[in-house]
């Protein structure tokens, strides 16, 4: 068992997902499957091997800090399904 | 032959010789959209108005004696790249009502290079998936026989020119989400070297792995797209800051001398029979051109689905984070619902079960305790996926396989299980996690009449001789002019 029920339930509340306990049953069986297939990753020593997280070799991309036009405020509101005209509203936090 | 049959360079001709307009050419889709829609399901939105009016421009502009190759032609643009004011989903719930402030860096290149824009098409969600089952408007079908998949992600862009319901189309390829649907459609699609198209307002799946790319029947056509898409974009600061060569010229190039390799594990056990057939035969046919074929071996291609379903949801799960209820797209906010329920109602709410699936595999690999057995292991593996690579680059010109171990399978058949579904990719992730260029053309068809695509890889950067490959192979074969009954 690489993962268990409760350790899904925790996953789920750390992607911000709400589960219902069907669900949180039936991803216990495929991510064991699915993580099951990944062991065989461990047949190789990989010691010393640098990782690649960009295929390519690529530097910082820099540029000038200089003020440039930006999304207008209403046109950045437009989609937001609530919003005082000046900023997101959201439900109380405290 | 009407005008839904023609391919880009003959509308192009017909174009630029003023015997048909680029008006009469963009209706002549609308209507075929119409009429083959119902069944293909390729789009998800059809703008007949804007497609007329940039039909109208490009009609002013060849009269004005200028314009270039995409001038007039009309295309579908896969609806993971946001258009400005043009609802855009990535086939999402939680996008539904999405309409984008801009455009996206490819999407304004087409336009500026005259293209005409028929509408935006299906797609797995968010890009996750390899049969557009996973879309949450409804699957598309393949058009050479609608009960099979049109392979996925980007399945509604292969099969709308396949179905002739455009001229060409873009779609993204982050573990082949191009080039397998276009395999399974019987089109070309091709997946640039990672950094050659911008990403700017591309909808991010996999940053690290994600690629913008063309679809058209011929090779000469997806070099044209790529031409006016490619090139440095300062908003996508990953994106290379690279001339781009004349990829039309380099079509010229043919294969003479050429040093083709064929990767022994490509041809994995449980390939289906007529796969390896039409693809030793397309490989027979190079040969007859003046190519020259050696095998060579990328002796970690077993452990590169392992690597791709670490990394991919990883960087899907962090990417999709985005979605949270606040900016834009579904909000669920149920009264005195604290903002952690909004999170939690809105992400549940919206995403479709692979999303779920893959945000879950993702958060998990990324989580304390477990990072470093599954994301730095996969981070580790990937490295040496891509130096098998360069080190078979360094006794050959490109590499040609089989694109997907089966054709096309049926609507439904592997929906319940997700590794069997993975599986479809297994021979065109190594690429995207080397960040090569691959290109899959029609090679024939099996017994059944599902197409069967031929891949071709080629280093970094080495889009020319990727291109010139399959050009000549189309010149030399017959299997791309062939169209579905529909």
Known sequence: MKITRDEVAHVAQLARLRLVEEQVQRLTVQLNDILSSMEKLNQLDTSGVPSTNHALELTGAMREDEVRPSLKRERALANAPDSNGEAFVVPRVI | ?486
């Not at chain 2, 003023?18 to 963009?26: D, G, K, N, P, W």
């Not at chain 2, 399974?184 to 790319?213: E, N, W």
């Not at chain 2, 809105?346 to 958060?363: C, H, K, P, Q, Y």
């Not at chain 2, 992730?429 to 090569?436: C, E, I, K, R, T």
């Open chain 2, 1 to 486: 032959m009407e005008l839904h049959e023609l391919n880009m360079e003959q509308a192009r001709e017909l174009l630029d010789k003023r015997e048909i307009s680029a008006r009469e050419l963009t209706q002549a889709f609308l209507d075929r959209i119409q009429a083959t829609d119902p069944q293909v399901h390729a789009y998800l939105a059809v703008t007949p108005e804007s497609a007329l009016a940039q039909a109208d421009q490009a009609d002013q502009t060849l009269a004005a004696g200028q314009g270039g190759a995409l001038t007039g032609i009309p295309c579908g643009i896969k609806d993971v790249f946001i258009t400005k004011d043009l609802t855009t989903t990535a086939g999402s719930r939680i996008l539904e009502n999405f309409v984008p402030p801009y455009d996206a860096t490819a999407v304004a290149r087409l336009k500026a290079a005259g293209a005409v824009i028929l509408g935006k098409q299906n797609m797995d969600e968010f890009a996750m998936g390899s049969s557009t089952e996973n879309s949450a408007y409804g699957p598309s079908h393949n058009p050479w026989d609608l009960k099979a998949i049109p392979g996925g992600s980007s399945g509604g862009s292969a099969a709308s020119v396949a179905a002739g319901s455009c001229l060409f189309s873009i779609g993204t390829d982050t573990g082949g989400s191009i080039r397998q649907p276009a395999s399974h459609c019987g089109v070309v699609g091709m997946k640039p070297t990672y950094g050659r198209v911008s990403r700017y307002g591309m909808i991010a799946f996999a940053s690290s792995l994600d690629q913008a790319g063309p679809f058209s029947r011929t090779v000469a056509g997806a070099a044209q797209v790529l031409q006016a898409m490619a090139g440095f974009d300062p908003a996508d600061s990953t994106s290379a800051p690279m001339e781009v060569p004349d990829y039309a010229a380099s079509l010229k190039r043919g294969v003479k001398g050429l040093k083709l390799g064929v990767p022994k594990e490509y041809f994995v056990e449980g390939m289906d029979p007529e796969v390896e057939e039409t693809v030793r035969k397309a490989i027979a046919v190079l040969e007859g051109l003046g190519a020259q074929t050696v095998e060579v071996s990328l002796p970690h291609t077993d452990y590169a689905l392992a690597v791709y379903y670490i990394i991919a949801p990883a960087e899907c799960s962090s990417n999709l984070a985005r979605y949270d209820g606040v900016k834009y797209g579904l909000s669920q906010r149920a009264e005195d619902a604290s903002l952690l329920d909004m999170y939690l109602d809105t992400r549940s709410a919206g995403f479709g079960e692979e999303v779920i699936r893959r945000v879950m595999l993702g958060t998990y690999a990324l989580s304390a305790g477990y990072y470093d057995a599954y994301y730095g292991k996969a981070g580790q593996v990937r490295t040496l996926i891509k130096q098998d690579f360069l080190e078979a680059f360094k006794k050959v010109d490109a590499i040609i396989s089989p694109v997907a171990p089966t054709p096309a399978f049926d609507l439904g058949q592997k929906v319940d299980d997700p590794l069997q579904m993975y599986l479809s990719d297994v021979l065109t992730l190594s690429v995207n996690l080397a960040g090569l260029p691959g290109i899959s053309l029609p090679a024939g068809f099996n017994s059944a009449g599902r197409p069967i695509g031929l891949q071709i890889i080629g280093p970094h950067f080495a889009e020319e001789t990727v291109l010139a490959a399959g050009h000549a192979f189309q010149e030399a074969t017959d299997h791309h002019t062939k169209r579905p009954a529909l």
